[in-house]
């Protein structure tokens, strides 16, 4: 899916991490463009050469490695982790307290709610739970900055959560 997402613009995709704890979408994100930009220097893209070098042309691939604008992460020691992996992104700290029209544009949303309420793991409180509701405000956060993409990720019992209406909900 990531890997699809660079075709984004010349410019380099730009994206910005909620509930980011130590940085797990990022290495991912890092990782697809690593691979990605590998396969189009050895020839592996599965386009034919002709349509690889009018995507180039065109800008469809691009020149920069993603950039991540920010973070939203509330965890002391997962945001030590964050400062020191990535010391030039910002932590906009709790989700809540974020205003959207201070953050730069970016093109990809990624993360999911805290997971313990929807977890099969924990006691199934689901979207009313504090921890898990909080992915009212994930979607708060596509409405006000409309990414062109978004990855919302949690856990098994995410979609049996409420008896499948929690999800439908969301």
Known sequence: ??????????????????????????????????DNSANRRQGKVRRKKVEHDRLVSIGQFPEQSPTCVGFSEVDKYASQVLKYKFPNTKNYGDITKIDWNTVPDFDLLV????????????????????????????????????????????????????????????
């Open 1 to 34: 899916i990531i890997k699809n997402v660079f075709r984004s613009g010349k410019r380099g995709m730009k994206y910005f991490s909620l509930f980011s704890g130590v940085g797990g979408f990022e290495l991912g994100i890092e990782k697809a463009y690593e």
């Open 111 to 170: 993360g999911g709610s805290p997971c313990q309420d929807f977890s099969i793991a924990g006691k199934r409180a689901g979207i009313t739970g504090a921890r898990s509701g909080l992915v009212w405000e994930y979607i708060r956060c596509l409405e006000e900055k409309k990414p062109r993409h978004f990855i919302f990720e949690n856990v098994k019992g995410l979609l049996s959560s409420g008896g499948g209406l929690h999800f439908a909900t969301i």
